[in-house]
């Protein structure tokens, strides 16, 4: 639901269009927009996007232990070296493409804030941050139970998205 509020905003779905609309120095960015008054609802978009990219991932806190042999490694207990390291390679690739995503769609893609490094380097830049952020998460809170994951995800994630897309949606009509 708020990649919606990208796609209206910059009116395209294609992700080149939208990482060029963000071109021109960071308040061009859909994170710090200020035309047209989306700077407030933008931030919301991009917490709700980056809150859902996480729990996607299907890490800590996210992650849910249905079993108590599951409560060291999650589901791959039962698995060993290569098929073990294959999954871990496949949620941290899972990791990259979120970062890519929100980098892509909030971020500026690989857009320079400033003249001096090269469009690729910026994006490198962003999504090592972006990265850093999703494994310090991960480190930092402990896992959650389900009813409180469900609780976050239907009474609080799509409602504000909702009322953020409706939003957008007024603010595009008015302005």
Known sequence: ITVITIVMITGSTNLQDIALAQ???????????LEGGHFVY?????LIYFICSVAETNRAPFDMAEAESELVAGYMT?????GFGLFMMGEYLNIVVG?????????????????????????????YIL?????????TYPRTQIYKLLNL???????????????????????
Request: hydrophobic share 60%; net charge positive; aromatic share 26%.
């Open 78 to 82: 039962e698995y060993g070296s290569m």
């Open 131 to 139: 990265i850093f952020t999703i494994i310090w998460i991960r480190w």
């Open 23 to 33: 071109q021109g120095g960071f308040w061009h960015w859909n994170i710090f927009r």
């Open 99 to 127: 970062a890519c995503m929100t980098t892509i769609l909030f971020l500026g893609g690989w857009g320079s804030p400033f003249g001096f490094l090269p469009g690729i380097w910026w994006f490198l830049i962003k999504i």
């Open 42 to 46: 933008m931030w919301i978009a991009f």
């Open 153 to 175: 995800s239907w009474k609080i994630l799509i409602p504000f998205s909702l009322v953020n897309l409706l939003v957008t949606a007024a603010f595009i009509k008015v302005f």
